[in-house]
């Protein structure tokens, strides 16, 4: 069979093509479970932080559970709120920032002697046609206003995931007879629950303390809409690399629109970017480390194709998916070899003691 690598190969690439297509057509179903997926996993985190805490050990699980999930329930629903009404705030305001604009164009002018109107209008019409400052900025929260739209279905999601956790391990063992197979995928399970919870878990600690920091700067500048600021630069925190440039992008550029002043939006800028390098180079470095063992190429590749399968959801759960798939290829021999090449560092994870089952 000197044809059969061949064949395989022709096979493997038809099946990430059809994977791919599925990927693109059911976005609008995938995105929630994915997202309901992952977020069990910071609930069951905080659950388990919970019930080490001296005045909650002894209260029952489902309790905490419960609690959980009522908390994250209200946190989604005030970011779908906070969207929202700030989607609405910029549509009425956006008007006024297209005027700032033209009159810092205006004092730039005047200043220094040049016609920066008929400059700035060759340059629109060179890259982007005409600028329409609100239609610019509607199309960019666009993105977040489709997760807003799937809050409902991933709150339900990470319920019935939360309720059914506890059988999941005996539901593996009644669908493979072959106790081997049934162990490895446990180990497989559990090796994902430790390393995609830990990772998440310290991510949303690093990203609410970011947050948190960016939305006492944005207050001191006055910036407009601080605290929804705040929640992008968090949840785009999320996305390595990029996702900081864009999260510092959007309140600067905005707050140029608002004053028309660059001393006021370089001030601002320079704040929010050392914010974001302290954090990024000093804080998470410690916290996280090398934790998820992905290369950097690979992450960057990561985030190129979820982002132009699901936009920016897509770019938001790139490392832990991408990681998932790692750790499946990593735990069989015949595909061992792919999840070396995607790896940073050469190591060999331990998949022959299962922690913890359940999924996830």
Same mark, same amino acid.
């Given at each position: 069979?000197?044809?059969?690598?061949?064949?395989?190969?022709? +096979?493997?690439?038809?099946?990430?093509?059809?994977?791919?297509?599925?990927? %693109?057509?059911?976005?609008?179903?995938?995105?929630?479970?994915? =997202? $309901?997926?992952? @977020?069990?996993?910071?609930?069951?985190?905080?659950?388990?932080?919970?019930?080490?805490?001296?005045? +909650?050990?002894?209260?029952?699980?489902?309790?905490?559970?419960?609690?959980?999930?009522?908390?994250?329930?209200?946190?989604?629903?005030?970011?779908?709120?906070?969207?929202?009404?700030?989607?609405?705030?910029?549509?009425?305001?956006?008007?006024?920032?297209?005027?700032?604009? *033209?009159?810092?164009?205006?004092?730039?002018?005047?200043?220094?002697?040049?016609?920066?109107?008929?400059?700035?209008?060759?340059?629109?019409?060179?890259?982007?046609?005409?600028?329409? !400052?609100?239609? =610019?900025?509607?199309?960019? #929260?666009?993105?977040? =206003?489709?997760?807003?739209?799937?809050?409902?279905?991933? %709150?339900?999601?990470?319920?019935?995931?939360?309720?059914?956790? *506890? /059988?999941?391990?005996?539901?593996? $063992?009644?669908?493979? =007879?072959?106790? *081997?197979?049934?162990?490895?995928?446990?180990?497989?399970?559990?090796?994902?629950?430790?390393?995609?919870?830990?990772?998440?878990?310290?991510?949303?600690?690093?990203?609410?303390?970011?947050?948190?920091?960016?939305?006492?700067? !944005? !207050?001191?500048?006055?910036?407009?809409?601080?605290?929804?600021?705040?929640?992008?630069?968090?949840? !785009?925190?999320?996305?390595?690399?990029?996702?900081? #440039?864009?999260?510092?992008?959007?309140? &600067?550029?905005?707050?140029?629109?608002?004053? /028309?002043?660059?001393?006021?939006?370089?001030?601002?800028?320079?704040?929010?970017?050392?914010?974001?390098?302290?954090?990024?180079?000093?804080?998470?470095?410690?916290?996280?480390?090398?934790?998820?063992?992905?290369?950097?190429?690979?992450?960057? &590749?990561?985030? @190129?194709?979820?982002?132009?399968?699901?936009?920016?959801?897509?770019?938001?759960?790139?490392?832990?998916?991408?990681?998932?798939?790692?750790?499946?290829? /990593?735990?069989?021999? @015949?595909?061992?070899?792919?999840?070396?090449?995607?790896?940073?560092?050469?190591?060999?994870?331990?998949?022959?003691?299962?922690?913890?089952?359940?999924?996830?």
């Amino acid at each position: 069979m000197k044809d059969a690598p061949l064949l395989n190969l022709v +096979l493997s690439l038809i099946l990430v093509l059809v994977v791919g297509y599925f990927l %693109v057509v059911g976005r609008s179903i995938l995105v929630p479970i994915v =997202t $309901s997926v992952i @977020s069990v996993y910071l609930m069951v985190s905080a659950t388990d932080a919970l019930k080490g805490l001296p005045l +909650l050990r002894h209260m029952p699980t489902p309790v905490l559970r419960i609690c959980v999930l009522t908390v994250f329930a209200a946190v989604v629903y005030v970011f779908a709120v906070v969207v929202a009404a700030t989607v609405r705030d910029i549509a009425a305001v956006a008007p006024i920032y297209q005027q700032n604009i *033209e009159d810092l164009l205006g004092r730039v002018e005047t200043r220094f002697d040049v016609d920066t109107r008929e400059i700035f209008t060759d340059a629109v019409a060179v890259t982007f046609g005409q600028l329409n !400052l609100r239609a =610019t900025i509607l199309s960019v #929260l666009g993105s977040f =206003t489709i997760v807003g739209m799937s809050i409902f279905l991933i %709150v339900v999601y990470a319920g019935f995931l939360m309720a059914e956790r *506890e /059988g999941f391990a005996a539901k593996i $063992s009644a669908a493979f =007879t072959d106790g *081997e197979t049934a162990e490895r995928t446990k180990t497989i399970v559990a090796h994902i629950n430790r390393q995609i919870g830990e990772y998440l878990t310290v991510k949303t600690l690093i990203n609410i303390i970011l947050g948190a920091i960016c939305l006492v700067i !944005l !207050l001191v500048f006055g910036a407009d809409f601080a605290f929804f600021w705040a929640i992008v630069i968090a949840l !785009l925190n999320y996305i390595p690399y990029v996702g900081s #440039l864009l999260a510092v992008a959007f309140p &600067v550029a905005l707050s140029l629109a608002q004053t /028309g002043s660059l001393w006021h939006t370089a001030g601002l800028a320079a704040f929010l970017i050392t914010a974001q390098v302290t954090v990024g180079n000093w804080l998470e470095p410690r916290m996280i480390g090398r934790q998820m063992n992905l290369s950097p190429f690979v992450v960057l &590749v990561a985030l @190129s194709v979820w982002s132009a399968l699901w936009g920016v959801p897509g770019a938001i759960l790139a490392v832990p998916m991408t990681a998932m798939i790692t750790i499946v290829l /990593g735990a069989f021999a @015949s595909t061992r070899f792919v999840a070396v090449l995607l790896a940073d560092r050469i190591d060999t994870p331990d998949l022959t003691e299962p922690h913890d089952t359940r999924l996830p």
